[in-house]
């Protein structure tokens, strides 16, 4: 494993975005965020070019609106419920109606801040940004896809979405692969008849369900849905041609969400496969207690998803 798979997705986005705003004073960070420690270098070292928001997301938007008119490449930072719920309507109105490229950045994506309640889970954020017109939504799955996914926003200014995951991620990609960026879609793992499309933390979770479903004679696939939107259609139809049936897996409520998105690319691009959908159930939990737990009381562990998808491939056509 290579230096740059140790770190964490936060800290290697900001540390991109940090080396990028040293070479160019149009780059912006507005951070909400008043404990990230990540950003203490940037503070030292270019305090005109990072601005402290406070918690009050809907001016740090209203604030980045103001810079991306003049011309600035703008970063927003928080917790991902705060930097996309909370300040919806400022997305909507400032941002999306203008197509101002703004990158928003929500860490702590699904139950990340699995010590901090409802409050901090962010289980609603795609179906809410999906539904805004001009958007970009990238999850990385790896350190070596965010820092990718930095360097991108920043040579490719855009009103985009990125989603990052609170928690170390296991390498997924080599770090010259950039199938991600261009494809969108990406099958990581080639499999027999049926195949698993998720993001993020979650392909850890279909890999641990793939290795006990290895015991009854299934091999599904793994596709990476890194760019959640737009769905390339071309791709989607090509990393699909192989598969007989379509799981999709996520830690985020089925309303709305990557599976959701998934079946509105197929039907669109008349793709006809069995699709079952695997993820939080239409309800809010208001436990804590670690990361597996909250996958377990939500049927989203690596056991719940192993035998969803046992029944799912049992069942005939």
Known sequence: MSDIQKILPRDAFIDEIYAAAKANPNIYFITADLGAKALDRFRRDLP????????SEQNVMDLAAGLAQNGKIVYTYAMAPFMTLRCYEQIKV????????????????????NDAGPTHYATEDISCMRALGGIE??????????????????????????????????????ENDRRFLTDGLVEIEPGEKVCILTNGYMLQ??????????????????????RLRPIDAKVLAR???????????????LSGGLGGAIVEAMADAGILKLVKRIGVADTYLFDNGGRQYMHRKAGIDAPAVAQEITRFCQTRA
């Open 239 to 253: 990393v699909l041609a192989r598969y007989e049936r379509i799981v999709t897996l996520e830690e985020h409520f």
């Open 137 to 174: 939504i990238l999850t990385p799955g790896d350190t070596v896809s965010t820092v990718a996914t930095a360097k991108h926003s920043h040579t490719h200014p855009a009103f985009r979405y990125v989603r990052l995951d609170r928690a170390f991620l296991p390498p997924v990609y080599d």
């Open 205 to 226: 979770t279909a890999r641990e369900a793939k290795t006990q479903l290895a015991a009854s004679g299934l091999k599904p696939g793994l596709i990476d849905v890194f």
């Open 94 to 113: 400032a941002v999306a109606s203008m197509f101002l490229p703004v990158t928003i950045i929500g860490n702590g994506v699904g139950y990340s801040y």
């Open 48 to 55: 005109g070019q990072i601005i402290h928001g406070g918690i």
